[in-house]
């Protein structure tokens, strides 16, 4: 069985097939998908998602790059989803640099919001007995600095893992994980292969990111969970293991981090 940990089916690319892609993913060999919210709305949606397929669950947070429109309390509004047994974790939540104001203030206005509600996510994930899905784009010293000021034992996997051996090692030894897409199956993702081939066997996870980063042979498509199974396969042909031996591991993995209550559907 393969876990796609990181998908949007909220999304409106999904709403005309949403059935067929459900069972195109069971076809494909997935037991179950995590949706993930990426603001208050999309996560109620994910959430209700998660109420109707028992092979989908959520996860519920605001998206770095959503920190501007959330609405007055947002932080209410997702402590009351988190407590919704198909919740799985909190996210995705982190810093993204890559798209800022040119004027100085409102790029520093921006960042400091962004730590804000980074910050209460964690405080929110921490008090709910959740872990974290963390987003980082052109921000990585600063989402470290949060993480290691917050303590409180909450875990993390840096989703859509792009960084090297080195910055897996790091993140890794603050206790938090890592979790693949298909750009290890892309001609220049031979750097992010490398990592792939790096990192503990107990410490990674796959994912699709869909409806986004469609894997060879797909890519100009829209993504789909099914496709977690060609990001697998590079994974495993990276680390010189088999198809089977990597869903087994990163199965447990994922299974152990979002702590599921119920049984594969």
Known sequence: MLIDTHAHLDYGEFAADFDLVLQRARDAGLGRIITI???VE???RAVELAERHPMVHAVVGVHPTSVDEAPLGWAGALRELAAHPRVAAVGETGLDYHRQPENAAASDANKARQAEVFRRQLDLAAA?????VIHQRDAWADTLDILRAHGGGVRGV????GGTPAQAAEVIGMGHLVSFTGIVTFKNGAAVRE????VPADRYMVETDCP???PVPYRGKRCEPAHTHETARAVAQARGITLDELAARTTATAEGFF?????EA
């Not at 840096?158 to 893992?161: A, I, P, Q, S, V």
């Open 128 to 132: 709910a007995g959740l872990n974290v």
């Open 42 to 44: 999309s996560s109620r």
């Open 158 to 161: 840096f989703h859509c893992f």
């Open 195 to 198: 990592t792939a081939a790096a």
């Open 37 to 39: 919210g990426t603001s």
């Open 212 to 214: 986004y980063l469609a």
């Open 259 to 263: 702590r599921f209550a119920l049984p």
